[in-house]
């Protein structure tokens, strides 16, 4: 009898994948090392997990999600003109830097720099890959459960992640 533990809330699930945009160019990819997350722990995008959701170590399968399920619409008024002095001391401000900003709500945006005018840097507030349609080449390599540690911060150790 064999026993296949599958991907599910609370595991620990380790993939390689190679994310591929719309007009075929890929955009990422987990190189050597496979990327650990925390199933159900909203690590990755949800299409991506819930795509992965049930299975199991040498599965491998293309997940096509789309913006809804990845990083959301495009939004056309999405510029905005921040001074030059709410940046961070010595960070590097040109076109294409990405910072992450709270917002007044607390919620965590990602900010890229669409271009510099003196002491007026305009950024774009919608994701890079905001209105996409993503296309995931995903294998599993591991599923194991999370450590109780794992499970209180709600994300995966080990492999290079987080303390
Ligand atoms: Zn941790």
Sequence with gaps: MSYSVRATSG?????????????GEVIDSSGDDPL??????????PGLERQIEGRIVGDKFQAVVPPEEG?????????????RAAFPQGAL????????AETDDGEMIALHIVRVEGEKVFVDT???????TLT??????????ATDEESAHGHAHGGGCCH
């Design 11 to 23: 595991k620990v699930v380790s993939i390689h994948y190679t994310l591929t945009s719309s007009a």
């Design 36 to 45: 650990d997350y925390l199933h159900g722990g909203s690590n990755i995008i």
């Design 71 to 83: 990083y959301g619409p495009r939004y056309d008024d999405a510029e905005r003109a921040l001074p």
């Design 93 to 100: 401000i040109e076109p294409g830097s990405e910072f992450t």
């Design 126 to 132: 919608n994701h890079p890959l905001a209105g996409e």
């Design 136 to 145: 995931f080449d995903v294998e599993v390599v591991g599923v194991r459960d």
